[in-house]
């Protein structure tokens, strides 16, 4: 990295899974790192001290992404913390309390998804994409940049949780969106789209992918890790993906790719 000032990134659901895989591979790069999450702080010492060992300072901030007073509470606190920002990654989302058939799924589930999954990242973009254009006048050499943590699901249809499908569809476009909208402006933004990748999330479904991989779901044979997402969106944010604002990168192991 060329600059002598440490990068400062935003990662929201930053203490566990894919985020804290996000946030693994960008410390060890050389970033220091804003944290969001619901749990208190004193629930993700764990996750924040091994962090902060590896030599990043690492600033972690509750609250929920799905109101707008959290929102502004993450991103203020983030300013006055390290008076600087350079990158977001909009990674905090969840799967529906029940997986629902189409057909049964609740409006209430709709709507609490999408609060979380699309309006939380969609509003809080809103607001760190000015910070981030000012960083990058003032600094033009350091890196900068966002990246919307959507799903394979935003294309690939699961009838059981189709809140879920609809949400990260949605996403997709407010990547698209806010890409075009910041590209004249020199913040490049990427949709990355994971597959099935071994978290939290997945723990009650694990047996049941178990047997589909065994079965040749995904062409590359294996789960996926946050460590398989974390290296791409660090590659992503380092600016070493030049030229590509508003591409889909899948993290998937070819899942996505149509087959006959
Ligand atoms: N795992 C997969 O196979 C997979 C595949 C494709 C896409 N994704 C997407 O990747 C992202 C991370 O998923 P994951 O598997 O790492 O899930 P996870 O292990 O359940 O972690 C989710 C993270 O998001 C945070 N979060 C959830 N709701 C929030 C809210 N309302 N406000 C603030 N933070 C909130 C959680 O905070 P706390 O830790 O405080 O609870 C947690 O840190 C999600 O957007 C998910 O949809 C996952």
Known sequence: MSTTRRPVALITGGTRGIGL???????????DLALGGMRPAPEVEGAVGELRDSGADVFYVAGDIAKAADRSALVDATEAHFGRLNALVNNAGRAPRVRADLLEATEESFEDVLRTNLNGPY??????????????????????????????SATMVSPNRGEYCVSKAGLAMAASLFAVRLAADGVPVFDVRPGVIATDMTATVKEAYDQRIADGLIPSGRWGTPEDVGKMVAALLAGDVPYATGSVIHVDGGLAVPRL
């Open 21 to 31: 895989g996000i946030a693994r591979v960008l410390a060890s790069r050389g970033w």
């Open 123 to 152: 509003f809080l973009t809103q607001r760190v994409a000015p910070r981030l254009v000012r960083q990058r006048r003032a600094a033009p050499g350091e890196p900068v940049g966002i990246v919307f943590v959507t799903s394979v």
